[in-house]
């Protein structure tokens, strides 16, 4: 019964691999995101996705694609992974008003080698 | 750009003391969140702050957010070892409906220590 759920939790790799996330919300919400968590625990927007249309794409590198089947599904997928992809990817969710808090999966802590 | 700075980024808290958080931030905003995140574990949202003068408590926490000032504050009240965690401001600018777009303070890590 969780309301954000990723998968994989871990997520370990080479440089030069390509690799996917997915994130799934069953709370209803019409708004997901993809947030990243550096190892000092700043944590900054990727994207977001109304409705399966993008709506927030901030200056991430073009090796980053996000996709929505649908609005209860928002993946990300990375190409030719670079040392510096390290982090932990949340994946959140929320209605799309100005006052609805996020809620956030549990993340994937994604290390490249 | 905006920028949200939190301050102080480590706090060592003694069980029954009171201690503040403070959120400060660049940019006209009324809305404001506070989450907390327990080491390797998911953000969990504790306050909405969608006013000048907002108050917020649940338990032993407090949130309250002064617009003009552009400052949040976060109490803790008579700390107890359960409120170890990270707590993060967020401050939120969009305008358009869809899209919340959060800009994280770096974080203070709590530790109460008996």
């Known amino acids: 019964d969780t309301a954000v759920s990723q998968t994989p939790k871990y997520l370990v790799t080479q440089m030069g691999n390509d690799k996917s996330i997915k994130c799934e919300q069953n709370?209803?919400?019409?708004?997901m995101y993809w947030y990243k968590q550096d190892s000092k625990k700043f944590l900054k927007i990727m994207f977001s996705?109304?409705?399966?249309?993008?709506?927030i794409n901030e200056t991430v590198p073009n090796r980053f694609s996000p996709k929505s089947p649908d609005k209860a599904h928002l993946n990300l997928h990375i190409n030719s992974l670079e040392l510096g992809d390290s982090a932990v990817y949340f994946c959140?969710?929320?209605?799309?008003?100005?006052?609805?808090?996020?809620?956030f999966g549990n993340g994937t802590r994604l290390t490249v080698t | 750009e905006l920028k949200v700075e939190q301050n102080p980024l480590f706090l060592s808290m003694q069980e029954g003391k009171n201690y503040t958080i403070y959120c400060n931030y660049s940019?006209?905003?009324?809305?404001l969140y506070w989450y907390r995140q327990d080491p390797g574990k998911s953000l969990e949202s504790l306050f909405v702050?969608?006013?000048?003068?907002a108050v917020k408590q649940e338990g032993r926490l407090m949130a309250s957010l002064d617009t003009k000032a552009r400052l949040s504050t976060l109490h803790i009240t008579a700390a107890v070892h359960d409120l170890s965690a990270t707590y993060f401001c967020?401050?939120?600018?969009?305008?358009?409906?869809?899209?919340?777009?959060?800009?994280f303070g770096g974080g203070t890590r709590v530790l109460v220590k008996p």
């Open positions: 959140a969710s929320s209605y799309g008003q100005l006052n609805s808090p996020l809620h």
């Open positions: 709370l209803g919400h019409d708004t």
């Open positions: 996705y109304n409705n399966k249309e993008l709506i």
């Open positions: 940019t006209t905003s009324d809305r």
């Open positions: 702050l969608l006013s000048n003068g």
């Open positions: 967020a401050v939120d600018v969009s305008i358009k409906a869809a899209g919340n777009k959060l800009t």
